[in-house]
C-alpha cells in the first residue's frame, strides 16, 4: 500500500499513513492510494479523487442553488420530509443506536480490547490532554453550548405539565417518557435523564464505531485512511471500485451536512448572544455575515495546519470551556450541582432502558422529535468526527480507545449538563426567576448567565466558545471531507481543505435561507439516514478485523 504519484510529478512521495509498527495482519491489495486521483497542476494544485470528489461536490453545488433559488418553497419541503423520516423510521434509528452502545461496550470488557492500534509496537501521537481536547471538541462543542441550558429546561417543562390528549386521543404534549406531572423533583430527574441520554453513551458509540474501524483498517491492516478501507472483509478488493465510491461520496454528503447543521445552530447562537450583549441584531444578514467572517478564519486555522491549528485551538476552547464551567459550579449552587452530577446519572441508568426502547412508544414527540433526529444528526457528524478522532488516536489500546471515546465523555457530558442545566431549573423553581423558561432556545444560556456574577464577561465568554468551536469544527471537517475526497491522502493540497470549508459555510448560509432551523434538522436526518446502514455493517467489520489481530 503506497501513496501514488504519477510519473513526472515534482512532489515527493509521502507515505498517506504510518505504516504499522509489530505484527499485525496487514491486507495486501494491489491498490495503490490516489491511483484513481487526479493529480497535478492547473490553476492550482490538485489531488483528487475523479469520482469520488466530483459527485460529492458537484451535488452539493446542485443542492446550494436549487435551495437559494427556490427558497419559500424550500421550507415546507425541507419540514415535510423532517417530519415524515423521524416519524417513520425513529424506531431504526433507535435500535441502530442501542446496537452501537451494546458493541462499544462488548469490546471493552472483551479480549479484542487489548488490540493496539498502529500495531503492538505504537506508541500514541498525542498525550491525554491533547487528545481529549481535540475529540471532544470536534465532537459536541457548539451542541453543548446551545443545549446545555435550553435541553434541561425544556424537557424539565414538557415532563412537569404531563400529558395532553388530542381530539384524536393522540398525546400533543412533547414529555418524555409518562412525564412527571406536578412532581418538581421528578420532572428534574426525568428531564436531566433525557437530556443525558441524548449526550452520553449512544452519540459516542456512534463516533467510536466509525473512529475504530478507520484506525483498525488504516493503522494496523494498512489501507487507505478512507471509510471504504473498512469494508475490505465484505467487499475484498471490489470496495476500490463503486461499492467503495458510494460508500465514501456518503461520506462527504453526511459530513457536510451534518457540519452545516451545526454551524447554523452555532451562528444562531453566536448571533442571539451579540444581540444580547451589544444590540447588533439577529437577521439573516447578520447570520451570514457570522458564518463568513467564521469561515474566514476557520480557513486561517486550515494554513497553520493540524498541530498549529485546530489542535492549539481545541486546547484553548476546552480550557476556557473548563473555566466557565468550574465558575458556574461555584458561582451557582454548588452542592446542588455536586450532588446533581450523582443523581442525575443515577436518573441516567434508571430511565436508560425505557429511553432507548425503539418500538411501542407513547411519547410519539420525544422519541421522534427529540431522539430520532439527535441520533440522525449524530451519524451524519460520523464520518467527520470518526476520521478525526482516528487521526489523533493512533498508539491506544481498542480498551483504552473505547474508554477515553465513550465513557470519559459520557462522564463529562453529565457535569456539563448537571452545571448548566441543572442551574437554570433551580432558578426556576428556588428562585422564580422565569426569564430563562420564556427566552428562545439561542438565548436560555445568556439569561441564566445573568443571574450569577459578572454576566456580560462570562457571556462574552460563551460567544467565544461558540466561535472558536464554531472554527475548530469547520477546520478539522474540512481535514476529514479532503482526505476521503482525495482517496485516502492525508498530505493532499491545502487549497482543497480551502476549499471545502468554503463549501461547508455556502451549505450553511442556503439552509438557513432556504427554511431556517428545520432545513438544517431535515438535511441532517437525510444524510444521517443512508449512513446508519453503512454503519451497522461497518459493526461486523470492526469485530472481524479485531479477531485477526495479535493481543
Excluded at 412525564?179 to 423533583?185: F, K
Aim: hydrophobic share 55%.
Amino acid at each position: 500500500m503506497t501513496d501514488h504519484t504519477e510519473p513526472g510529478d515534482d512532489a515527493p512521495e509521502v507515505e498517506a499513513i504510518p505504516e504499522p509498527e509489530g505484527n499485525t495482519e496487514i491486507i495486501e491489495t494491489d491498490y495503490d492510494i490516489g491511483q484513481d486521483n487526479f493529480s497535478g497542476a492547473v490553476a492550482l494544485e490538485l489531488d483528487l479523487h475523479k469520482i469520488v470528489f466530483s459527485v460529492s461536490a458537484v451535488s452539493i453545488m446542485v443542492f446550494t442553488f436549487l435551495t437559494l433559488a427556490f427558497q419559500n418553497q424550500a421550507e415546507p419541503l425541507f419540514v415535510g420530509l423532517r417530519d415524515w423520516l423521524t416519524a417513520n423510521l425513529d424506531w431504526f434509528f433507535l435500535s441502530a443506536g442501542n446496537i452501537f452502545v451494546l458493541v462499544c461496550l462488548g469490546l471493552i470488557i472483551s479480549p479484542l480490547g487489548r488490540v493496539r492500534l498502529g500495531g503492538p509496537d505504537a506508541t500514541p501521537d498525542y498525550g491525554y490532554v491533547g487528545w481529549f481536547s481535540m475529540l471532544f471538541a470536534a465532537g459536541m462543542g457548539i451542541g453543548l453550548m446551545f443545549f446545555g441550558v435550553s435541553e434541561p429546561m425544556g424537557h424539565f417543562d414538557a415532563a412537569l405539565a404531563g400529558i395532553t390528549l388530542g381530539e384524536d386521543g393522540l398525546r400533543t404534549d412533547w414529555a418524555p417518557l409518562g412525564g412527571a406531572e406536578g412532581n418538581i423533583e421528578e420532572a428534574r430527574r426525568l428531564g436531566m435523564a433525557a437530556t443525558i441520554f441524548h449526550w452520553g453513551l449512544h452519540p459516542w458509540a456512534i463516533y467510536a464505531v466509525v473512529a475504530l474501524a478507520l484506525a483498525l483498517f488504516s493503522y494496523n491492516k494498512g489501507l487507505p485512511l478512507t471509510l471504504r478501507s473498512c469494508f475490505y472483509p465484505i467487499f475484498g478488493e471490489r470496495v476500490w471500485g463503486w461499492p467503495g465510491h458510494v460508500i465514501d461520496i456518503l461520506a462527504v454528503l453526511a459530513t457536510v451536512f451534518g457540519l452545516a447543521t451545526s454551524l447554523g445552530i452555532g451562528a444562531q447562537q453566536a448571533s442571539a448572544g451579540l444581540n444580547f450583549l451589544f444590540g447588533l441584531g439577529t437577521g439573516n444578514s447578520m447570520l451570514i455575515l457570522l458564518i463568513i467572517v467564521i469561515t474566514l478564519i476557520a480557513i486561517g486555522s486550515i494554513v497553520r495546519g493540524l498541530d498549529g491549528g485546530v489542535k492549539v485551538l481545541s486546547e484553548v476552547n476546552m480550557g476556557l470551556a473548563t473555566l466557565l464551567l468550574l465558575f458556574i459550579i461555584i458561582a451557582g449552587p454548588t452542592v446542588a450541582i455536586l450532588t446533581g452530577f450523582w443523581g442525575n446519572l443515577l436518573a441516567y441508568g434508571q430511565y436508560l432502558p425505557a429511553l432507548s426502547m425503539p418500538f411501542a412508544r407513547e411519547d410519539a414527540n420525544f422519541s421522534q422529535g427529540w431522539t430520532a433526529f439527535y441520533w440522525a444528526w449524530w451519524i451524519s457528524w460520523s464520518p467527520f468526527v470518526g476520521m478525526f478522532i482516528a487521526r489523533v488516536s493512533r498508539g491506544r489500546t481498542v480498551r483504552e480507545f473505547l474508554i477515553g471515546v465513550l465513557i470519559v465523555p459520557t462522564l463529562l457530558s453529565v457535569l456539563w449538563m448537571t452545571a448548566l442545566g441543572g442551574t437554570a431549573i433551580g432558578q426556576v423553581v428556588n428562585d422564580g426567576f422565569t426569564a430563562v423558561q420564556d427566552a428562545a432556545l439561542e438565548l436560555k444560556l445568556f439569561e441564566m448567565l445573568t443571574q450569577l456574577p459578572l454576566t456580560a464577561i462570562t457571556s462574552f465568554v460563551g460567544i467565544v466558545l461558540v466561535v472558536v468551536f464554531f472554527i475548530t469544527s469547520s477546520d478539522s471537517g474540512s481535514l476529514v471531507i479532503d482526505t476521503i475526497a482525495a482517496g485516502g491522502k492525508t498530505n493532499a493540497p491545502v487549497i482543497q481543505r480551502i476549499f471545502w470549508a468554503s463549501f461547508e459555510g455556502a451549505v450553511a448560509v442556503a439552509l438557513l435561507l432556504g427554511g431556517g432551523l428545520a432545513a438544517l434538522q431535515a438535511m441532517a436526518v437525510s444524510a444521517g439516514l443512508p449512513f446508519t446502514i453503512v454503519l451497522l455493517a461497518a459493526c461486523y467489520a470492526v469485530v472481524r478485523g479485531l479477531m485477526n489481530e495479535p493481543r
